[in-house]
């Protein structure tokens, strides 16, 4: 049992509930339990998982795979296209790909990455580091951020807006695309889409350079604070090539330990089975995935951009490469694991994938016509992996002789991160609550440590009025004391 | 007139996906002066879909709201909170602003009412029946896509 996760007498004690969290698409909900001295007992964080993810897959032909997984996730269809798709291609029997079709891939991963990480930034967290915590809900969003600082808010409508444009063109579509395909591309970049491309990139890679360096400078003012808020001490894991660079799109898994020593690398990932196992707890319907041979109590791991640049020997391309190494000097060297410097690493990322996407678009190969590789036999089961913006996505697959998927096991970053972001609001709930008369911007507190995560729930559905703030107040006999509620 | 219609929504989560099947419908019907955007869901860079639009129709689901649906003028709105990865259309009219130095076209949303938005479940009864109800007003709106007629369409819903 982790600390914090479980009080001795729960029905003694005020409930605090925020449900769901701003600003993360979907339901999460914190729930805290502390005393009349306001002293925490209990924090948990709540989240609606893919309940029916699997189900909704199996049973389906496996060439539909990818089109209907994009369906699982109105902010990151393209993740979850291209881990399907690498586990279809070997279910299809489909052997290496070729050259033209994996730049291609690589290069809609990319302008995934960067789209994602754009709207993250831009939206979820400039609002929080550059306005404040405490500053007032309702302008802690893009829009404050445009009144506020309005190039920037100009550069982040426009980055995204380059990410989504590869996506468009690569895909065929700006969503349901269909240019990936178990084996190959079905689509080729043609002249025109790719200088129109390269057109745009290296504005985008001078915006992503100067973020880098706002989260730089911000992290220069208060170092103490921004380093250490929300700091829980994780393993770490991702994927890194055969050199040890991190690998968006492909690779063997690499876990690190809080301190940087190893505890596997360039493992399989077709056999997580053996690394991970994923636990359940009754008070929450995602998962708890763990390293097996550490335990549940230490072997709880942080996937995404802090991990990521935290366990790699190297960024291949120089700009970030630099900004990855100021990272690490002004961290003292070690591994940090402080909540908002996943901010900082998610800038490093996205200007990591803009120089990753220059250097394809300045590919001959990436307008190339063979597309598709060659075929072999079939297989029954196949295992995909990638880096998805979020952190490490699995999907794995059994299809019959009938063709038709049996067995799906998805496992998302989110959940990869659910141990790790309980441990952090854990950590900001005693920083910054114990004693303390609970405020709006207290609580928020809570939520930006839920927010450097950017957890994704999955959650296309949106409609109208679906997303209300509501916090609860309840005294120790269950009685609701207040309520407040904000949204649209 | 160049009209920019957008319907977002997931066509694997129930009533969730009447705006992309309202955007098909207008797409067979051929409204060819109008520009058609489908997504998951409003971002930032929609607003740049906006640009040189003359009008603006935002088609989405409702939970909770009135049914059938509602018709109603939207402004720019720079206080709304926002609680997730998709922006409300005022939020998107509002970047509008903040990115061009510009006023947002007209706009207005058409909101139907949905009941179940469960990954892998279709349209519901009501949300189908629904969804004929609000095709029949989009031909209203098409018959005349000028924003007075529209404002006075909103005012007898």
């Not at chain 1, 492909?250 to 991970?276: E, K, N, P, T, V």
């Not at chain 1, 998805?388 to 059994?398: E, K, M, N, S």
Request: net charge negative; aromatic share 8%.
């Amino acid at each position: 049992m982790f600390a914090l996760e479980q009080a001795e007498s729960p029905e003694k004690l005020r409930r605090i509930a925020i449900e769901p969290v701003t600003r993360v698409e979907g339901h999460g909900k914190v729930t805290i339990l502390l005393d009349e001295d306001n002293k925490i007992h209990q924090v948990r964080l709540h989240i609606v998982e893919f309940r029916g993810f699997e189900a909704f897959i199996e049973g389906r032909p496996y060439w539909e795979v990818p089109v209907t997984v994009q369906r699982l996730c109105g902010i990151c269809p393209v993740s979850h296209l291209l881990a399907a798709t690498k586990a279809m291609d070997l279910i299809a029997g489909y052997g290496a790909l070729t050259p033209t079709a994996e730049k291609l891939r690589r290069l809609l991963h990319y302008g995934q990455i960067v789209q994602s990480h754009a709207l993250h930034f831009f939206y979820l967290s400039a609002p929080d580091l550059l306005l404040g915590f405490d500053s007032e809900a309702g302008k802690r969003n893009i829009v404050g951020i445009a009144s506020a600082f309005p190039d920037l808010a100009r550069q982040g409508v426009l980055t995204r807006k380059f990410g989504q444009e590869i996506i468009r063109h690569i895909s065929g579509k700006r969503i349901h695309g269909t240019g990936v395909i178990p084996g190959g591309m079905n689509k080729a970049l043609v002249l025109g889409e790719r200088d129109a491309l390269r057109g745009d990139i290296d504005a985008v890679i001078e915006w992503s350079l100067e973020a880098v360096g706002m989260i730089g400078r911000l992290h220069e003012t208060e170092p103490e604070f921004y380093g250490r808020f929300g700091e829980s001490r994780a393993n770490m894991m991702g994927l890194v090539n055969e050199d040890g660079d991190l690998d968006f799109y492909h690779g063997g898994l690499r876990a690190r330990d809080a301190d940087g020593a190893g505890i596997f690398d360039h493992a399989d990932y077709a056999a997580y089975g053996s690394l991970l196992q994923e636990d359940i707890k009754p008070w929450s319907y995602m998962k708890f995935p763990h390293i097996r041979t550490l335990g549940a109590e230490l072997g709880w791991y942080r996937v995404g951009p802090l991990a990521r640049i935290q366990i790699c020997d190297r960024l291949t391309t120089p700009l970030a490469e630099a900004e990855r190494q100021k990272f690490i000097a002004f961290n003292g060297g070690a591994p940090a694991h402080g909540a908002l410097l996943f901010h900082w690493a998610r800038m490093i990322e996205m200007l990591h994938a803009a120089e990753l996407a220059r250097a394809l678009l300045e590919d001959p190969d990436i307008l190339g016509t063979d597309l598709m590789a060659d075929k072999g036999p079939r297989r029954e089961e196949a295992v995909g992996v990638i880096e998805a913006p979020r952190g490490t996505l699995f999907h794995h697959y059994r299809v019959g002789a009938d063709d038709l998927v049996s067995y799906c096991n998805l496992i998302v970053s989110t959940t990869n991160n659910n141990q790790a972001m309980n441990e952090s609001i854990r950590k900001v709930a005693t920083q910054f609550l114990t004693g303390h008369e609970i405020t709006e911007g207290l609580l928020n507190h809570i939520e930006v440590a839920i927010r450097a995560y950017d957890p994704c729930l999955s959650c296309a559905t949106h409609a109208i009025g679906q997303m209300p703030l509501q916090v609860e107040l309840i005294d120790a006999g269950g009685a609701l004391v207040s309520r407040g509620r904000k949204g649209f | 007139m160049k009209l920019v219609v957008f319907g977002w929504g997931n066509i694997s989560r129930g009533d969730d996906g009447v705006g992309p099947l309202l955007l098909a419908r207008i797409e067979q019907a051929g409204w060819d002066d109008a520009v058609l955007i489908e997504d998951y869901q409003l971002q930032l860079e929609h607003a740049l879909d906006l640009e040189g639009a003359d009008l603006a129709l935002f088609i989405d689901a409702g939970a909770d709201t009135p049914a059938p649906f509602t018709f109603r003028e939207i402004f720019a709105c720079e206080g709304m909170t926002h609680t997730s990865h998709a922006l409300a259309p005022e939020s998107v009219l509002a970047v509008f602003v903040q990115v061009t130095g510009k006023a947002p076209p007209p706009a207005f949303l058409l909101g139907v009412r949905g009941e179940n938005f469960e990954l892998g479940a279709g349209l519901s009864p009501e949300g189908a029946a629904r969804l004929e109800l609000a095709w029949n007003f989009l031909h209203r709106l098409r018959q005349e896509p000028k924003p007075e007629s529209w404002r006075g369409l909103a005012q007898e819903i």
